[in-house]
């Protein structure tokens, strides 16, 4: 699939689903698997060998760095930046603007302001800015 139309920059090697939607100036790595189903925002950048499982959404201005697995049925907010090789588990949702580190696998919803470190959460803020030490 070359979606050339919208501005969308897709490596030859990618594989993607022929009913994905790709916004504006989103750049899709080599070795990129899009599944069915998936919706991407504008100005994302996919990289290479990243893969995306069926009906998951990725909001605008998003970075999936290399290596990175997105489940089935995941948000992810805009803004947001996954990092090398990290994995977020089916029908999770990532908040806009959060971070997730390198290798990092990500088993519940990130909805507020989240620090997540070697597999636990270091603190969070709620929507009213309180911090809340675990």
Same mark, same amino acid.
């Given at each position: ?6 501005? %969308?920059?897709?490596?030859?090697? &990618? ?14 790595? %080599?070795? &990129?698997?899009?599944? &069915? ?47 090398i090789g990290a994995r977020v588990t ?29 597999? &636990?959460?270091?603190y969070r803020e709620d929507s009213l ?6």
């Amino acid at each position: 699939m070359s979606n050339q139309a919208n501005g %969308a920059k897709i490596h030859p090697s &990618a594989v993607i689903s022929k009913d994905v939607i790709l916004g504006n100036e989103t750049v899709i790595g %080599a070795g &990129a698997i899009i599944g &069915a189903g998936v919706v991407i925002g504008d100005q994302c950048q996919i990289g290479t060998g990243v893969i995306v499982e069926a009906n998951s959404r990725i909001e605008d201005s998003c970075t999936l760095e290399p290596g990175v697995i997105i489940g089935k049925a995941v948000t992810i907010g805009k803004n947001a930046k996954i990092g090398i090789g990290a994995r977020v588990t089916d029908g999770v949702t990532i908040g806009p603007d959060q971070v997730i580190k390198i290798g990092e696998i990500v088993l519940k919803d990130m909805i507020y302001k989240m620090v997540f470190k070697r597999g &636990a959460w270091i603190y969070r803020e709620d929507s009213l800015n309180y911090k809340n030490e675990d």
